[in-house]
Structures are given as C-alpha cells and as structure tokens.
C-alpha cells in the first residue's frame, strides 16, 4: 500500500484552495506582498515547495528559514533579513498565531451533517436542535438538550438534564451526565464527565458515602482532552472557566473551580475543592492536595507536588512544590559540594622519581 505523507494528508483532511497569496495573508491578518502566488497547502520550512506557505515559529529555526522554498514564509518582524529572495514575506507579531489561520484555511473544521442516525436513541422528550448531528449509537437521554449544530460522535451518552450549548463537539466513547455546556466546547474521545466524585467518610461500621449532589460546569470554549475525567461537585459545582484547555488523562476531582484560559498537561491530578485562577499553566503529572488555591498567572511545573496555596504570579517546581529559583540555586549548591568533595578525596597522584 502506498504511504502517505505530508502536512494535511488528504486521505484525512479536506483541503480548500489553492488560495492567492493575498487571501492567506489576509487569513494571517497582516498585509500582502506584491505577488500573484498561488499557494496549494502547508508544509514545514524544510520541506516547503515554492507552491506551499510555512512559518517561522522561534528565532532557533533561522538556518532552516534561509534555506527554504517555501513560496510564503510567515515571519517576525526581527526575522526579515533571514528570508531568501524565493519566498514572500508575510510579517506579522506573532507568526504561529498567523499560521493556526491560515491552517484554518486550507483544512477548514468538517461541517456538521444534520440528522440523528438511525441506531442513535434519543429519548422523546430530548430536545434536539435540527441543526445538530447525532452519530451511530449515540445515546440522548431524557430532558437533554443539544444546541444548534453540535456532533455528538458515534457511542456517545449524553445523560438525563445534560444541557449543550451550540457548536460543541463530543467524541466517541464520551459520557456526559450532571452537566451544563457553554458554547463550542470540544471533548475528545473517552473523556468522562459528571460522574460522582471521590466522596466518602469513615463511619464506625466503615465507609459512607457521601452524596454527590453537584453539577460539572463547562463554560464556553473549554476543550476536554481524551480519555480525561471531570467528577461533578459535592456541595458546589465542579466548574472549568471559559476558554481552558485539559490535556489526555486529567483528572479534576469534585467542587474544583478552574479559571479562565488555563493550560493544563497530560496526567495531572487535581484533587477535591482546589481553586485555580486565571491563565495558570500547570505542567504534566503535577498534583495537587485537596483544598489549595493557586493564584492567577501561576505556572506549576512538571511532576510537581502541590501541598500548599501558590500566589499569583508564582513559578513553582518539586515535590513539595516551592519557588523555582530556590529549588534551582539549592540544586546548584549541592552540586558545587558534590565537586569540592570529590575533589577532597580524591587520592594524590603518586610521585615520579
């Protein structure tokens, strides 16, 4: 069989254009050069074609931008000069911002196909947008509602109450219940959301369950990663602030309130009634104690172990998790006392005669 390669294969991603070089740069928001280019697709600047656009993501890549072919380059401003002659450049502030437009471009989000599938169950008084597509097997429980031009992926549940908002996406395999969604909220395959929470205590005859009376509250633009867990609340709602990206494999206990345009990587665990501010970043396998508050802006490094409040602001890394640079100067320090012992111990050369 014959391998496909290449940026956008089309065995995968339908491809618009070709596009002239004044509706990429206008895609990329920034001015056109003087040229009638045709541009046909995208491709990485070692492997440009001189009918295909690419870009300059860090200054790293300089040698690589003077070599290309590429008949479009999207660039910095401070990287003019490193363009060749063969290439027009389409300056721009932020050229990996620019290129994700133009992505869109060429490979444009497939477009919903109305209709429920015949295998789907949607119980009757689910309400279903007519504008809404509803794959093979998916499953709409009662009193559901599915906003206007959602997909629900085949083998979905959408749960009993469950509220969609419009244009979300649910991938195969998702089961969604307790839950209420904002707008174009994406939630890739596996992902389970609403269920009840680790919640429990130690009575005398052993453990008792706590009920989970909370709801999960998704707000608009959240994207939920594969196979990633959200439980829904205790007392309150567990809550992921708009515009917040989850990574595969995380795990978001009960009463958990995330905050707007977070980043947060695979395999992070964050347990119940912490609090998370604004635009934090937290990287892959960190953790997190129940009841901690992490303040805006705060970046948590990878495999940390959060176990106390973190301000805003604060870049912290390690187990427990703690300021980075008196984690790096400690690290630094025993390093300088590992090399002064080895050097004390090492035995004297013997004497020539």
Same mark, same amino acid.
């Given at each position: 069989?014959?391998?496909?390669?290449?940026?956008?294969?089309?065995?995968f991603?339908?491809?618009?254009?070709?596009?002239?070089?004044?509706?990429?740069?206008?895609?990329?928001?920034?001015?056109?050069?003087?040229?009638?280019?045709?541009?046909?697709?995208?491709?990485?600047?070692?492997?440009?074609?001189?009918?295909?656009?690419?870009?300059?993501?860090?200054?790293?890549?300089?040698?690589?931008?003077?070599?290309?072919?590429?008949?479009?380059?999207?660039?910095?401003?401070?990287?003019?000069?490193?363009?060749?002659?063969?290439?027009?450049?389409?300056?721009?502030?932020?050229?990996?911002?620019?290129?994700?437009q133009?992505?869109?471009?060429?490979?444009?989000?497939?477009c919903?196909?109305?209709?429920?599938?015949?295998?789907?169950?949607?119980?009757?008084?689910?309400?279903?947008?007519? #504008?809404?597509?509803?794959?093979?097997?998916?499953?709409?429980?009662?009193?559901?509602?599915?906003?206007?031009?959602?997909?629900?992926?085949?083998g979905?549940?959408?749960?009993?109450?469950?509220?969609?908002?419009?244009?979300?996406?649910?991938?195969?395999?998702?089961?969604?219940?307790?839950?209420?969604?904002?707008?174009?909220?994406?939630?890739?395959?596996?992902?389970?959301?609403?269920?009840?929470?680790?919640?429990?205590?130690?009575?005398?005859?052993?453990?008792q369950?706590?009920?989970?009376?909370?709801?999960?509250?998704?707000?608009?633009?959240?994207?939920?990663?594969?196979?990633?867990?959200?439980?829904?609340?205790?007392?309150?709602?567990?809550?992921?602030?708009?515009?917040t990206?989850?990574?595969?494999?995380?795990?978001?206990?009960?009463?958990?309130?995330?905050?707007?345009?977070?980043?947060?990587?695979?395999?992070v665990?964050?347990?119940? #009634?912490?609090?998370?501010?604004?635009?934090?970043?937290?990287?892959?396998?960190?953790?997190?104690?129940?009841?901690?508050?992490?303040?805006?802006?705060?970046?948590?490094?990878?495999?940390?172990?959060?176990?106390?409040?973190?301000a805003?602001?604060?870049?912290?890394?390690? #187990?427990?998790?703690?300021?980075?640079?008196?984690?790096?100067?400690?690290?630094?320090?025993?390093?300088?006392?590992a090399?002064?012992?080895?050097?004390?111990?090492?035995?004297? #050369?013997?004497?020539?005669?």
């Amino acid at each position: 069989m014959k391998q496909l390669t290449g940026v956008g294969n089309p065995r995968f991603f339908a491809r618009t254009g070709p596009h002239p070089l004044a509706v990429v740069a206008a895609a990329a928001g920034c001015a056109p050069p003087p040229s009638d280019v045709l541009l046909t697709g995208l491709a990485a600047l070692d492997a440009a074609e001189p009918d295909e656009v690419s870009f300059l993501g860090t200054p790293r890549h300089a040698a690589l931008l003077e070599r290309t072919r590429a008949g479009a380059v999207l660039v910095h401003p401070d990287m003019r000069a490193h363009v060749p002659a063969c290439s027009s450049m389409l300056v721009t502030p932020d050229p990996v911002a620019g290129w994700a437009q133009v992505a869109a471009l060429f490979h444009p989000m497939p477009c919903v196909s109305p209709g429920i599938h015949p295998s789907a169950a949607v119980v009757g008084d689910a309400a279903v947008h007519a #504008s809404a597509e509803i794959c093979a097997q998916a499953v709409i429980g009662a009193r559901a509602e599915i906003g206007a031009r959602c997909k629900i992926g085949p083998g979905a549940i959408i749960g009993e109450g469950v509220v969609l908002g419009p244009d979300c996406r649910i991938g195969p395999h998702v089961s969604i219940s307790h839950a209420l969604l904002g707008a174009r909220v994406y939630v890739y395959p596996g992902a389970r959301i609403g269920q009840e929470g680790f919640g429990f205590t130690i009575a005398s005859h052993g453990f008792q369950t706590v009920p989970q009376l909370g709801c999960v509250i998704l707000e608009d633009d959240v994207e939920v990663g594969a196979n990633t867990t959200i439980d829904r609340g205790c007392l309150r709602d567990t809550v992921i602030g708009a515009g917040t990206r989850l990574d595969n494999l995380v795990q978001v206990a009960h009463n958990v309130r995330i905050g707007r345009h977070c980043a947060i990587a695979a395999l992070v665990g964050i347990s119940g #009634s912490v609090e998370i501010g604004d635009f934090v970043v937290i990287a892959g396998q960190a953790g997190f104690a129940d009841h901690v508050r992490v303040g805006a802006r705060a970046q948590v490094g990878a495999q940390a172990g959060v176990m106390s409040d973190i301000a805003a602001g604060a870049v912290v890394v390690g #187990s427990p998790a703690r300021p980075a640079r008196d984690v790096f100067r400690e690290i630094a320090m025993l390093k300088k006392m590992a090399r002064e012992r080895l050097a004390r111990d090492k035995p004297a #050369s013997p004497a020539h005669p």
